[in-house]
């Protein structure tokens, strides 16, 4: 049972008015946008690990996994309709052992542990009792869906080039990138040849493993145009899930800026090749192997999880695949109680108030104050996320307006009259690694009938500074800003 706070603790409000505030303007450039996002860009996984799953002397995935989920918790059913709707992509590692229980197919076994296997299991099989089961849930809480293929099926460590899930440095196996291009080819025949009609035809994304600018560009080359419809790669840029140095990461912002490079040169295939649905971070969990058990679940991941949501967007990046939903350390829920994480409503905000139609922003300040701006989701107006990394500063922020086409004359100072609707999060107890997040000094908690609550907004007198307290993030929307890029 869980203590429900009702209110966040007020010496936290004091302890923050303490904190050095630094003033900041901040420069939004409305007149055109610098990249567009998908309108469902928060995405997040189901993944196939049973709970015999183990890293680092913990199996945190428990019965999470898509063959033992229990779909009948309305705790679950709830965290997803709040979306409405939520991008699922169900895959991970172990969709290459997965055998469909189809036609001629007649054994039906479950993921064993074996030492020889492919990332350490045996194959295990989805029946179709099982698959409609899931049709079901997705119909009924109105998923938005992707279904990863076994696209390594067969193959086993020694069969493969050294590598990780297709492409790139890491374990498990590696594909040749010119087999993997003609195998993509035959897949794309045989979707059109199983779905005639072009508009209930599924899209084929690919390839689905870290990037590796060689690798992906023989891949594309060899697939040609038209038979890759998206762009998919994936992003652990935090390392091992057991790094005792996680935390320092995380607050680093000379090290969360090292991963755009991964962003850009993803951004410059996707120019060169031009596939219809542009790139996705189709997994990202942060740290590897089910992510952190100190950090993952708390607070601070969302410094990095959003921050990585923020800097995507900016190269282009069309979807952003959280892993997981559930499971692991790095579930968006707990995986026993399916009480949502702090990341939980960092993400449901972002959906709810961020626009497919990304600006640019400019400031001179600290560089632990991070800043991206997007048209709102609702118009009009203009949403943007700010994180403080910092410790013991506080930012009070104002804004300008840039002036197109000519950066050598003064930006226009802006002064809304409008009241500007802010979301302020931050630890409940002021600790980063408190597993409750607090909006608006109010505990994110489930209601007593397993509903996410009440995310409402605080009015706030637009002609104040917005003040971004020490290790907090807040979003903010700004209804009377004039962007013509959001018109």
Known sequence: MYFKFTFCPIILLLWASLSFAQNVNVVIHGAASIAKTDDNFVCV????????????????????????LDLRYGALINAIKAFNPLRIKVGGSLQ???????????????????????FGFSQGCLSMERWDQLNR???????????????????????????NQLSGPGMGAKVDAKQYGKDVIVLKNLVKELYAHPETQPKVLGPGGFYEEKWFNTFLEVSGQGIVDGLTHH???LGPGDDPNMMNKILDPSYLNQVSQTYKGVSDVVNKFRPQLGAWVSESGGALNGGSKDV?????????????????????????????????NYGLLNATTFVPNPDYYGALLWHRLMGSTVLAVTKESDP?????????????????????????????????NAKPGDAGKPNYEFVGKQN????????????????????????????????????????????????????????????????????
Request: aromatic letters at 12%; glycine letters at 6%.
């Open 45 to 68: 996984t189901l993944d196939w690990w049973p709970a015999e799953k183990c890293d680092y002397n913990q199996c945190p995935w428990g019965k999470a996994g898509i063959l033992n």
């Open 420 to 487: 500007r609707e802010e979301y302020h999060l931050r630890a409940l107890t002021g600790d980063t690694k408190d597993d409750i997040v607090c909006l608006n000094d109010v505990p994110m908690v489930q209601t007593d009938s397993e509903d996410i609550p009440a995310m409402d907004p605080k009015l706030v007198d637009a002609s104040t500074p917005i003040s971004i307290a020490a290790q907090s993030i807040a979003y903010v929307t700004i209804r009377d800003f004039e962007a013509p890029a959001c018109v």
């Open 296 to 328: 993952s679940r708390t607070f601070a991941d969302g410094f990095w999880y959003l921050d990585q949501m923020g800097m995507a967007s900016t190269y282009d990046q069309k979807v952003f695949c959280r892993q997981a939903l559930i499971g692991g």
């Open 137 to 163: 849930f997705f119909n009924h809480t109105g998923v938005k869906l992707t279904f990863g293929l076994n696209a390594l099926f067969g193959r086993n460590e020694s069969q493969t080039e050294k590598g």
């Open 235 to 237: 992003i652990y840029n």
């Open 96 to 118: 290459d052992n997965v055998v469909y229980k189809v036609g001629e197919v007649s054994s039906c076994p479950n993921f064993m542990k074996r030492e020889d296997g492919l």
């Open 368 to 400: 632990n104050l991070r800043v991206y701006a997007h048209c709102a989701k609702k118009k009009p107006g203009v949403s943007l996320i700010f994180i403080n990394l910092s410790k013991d500063r506080s930012f009070n922020i104002t804004f300008s």
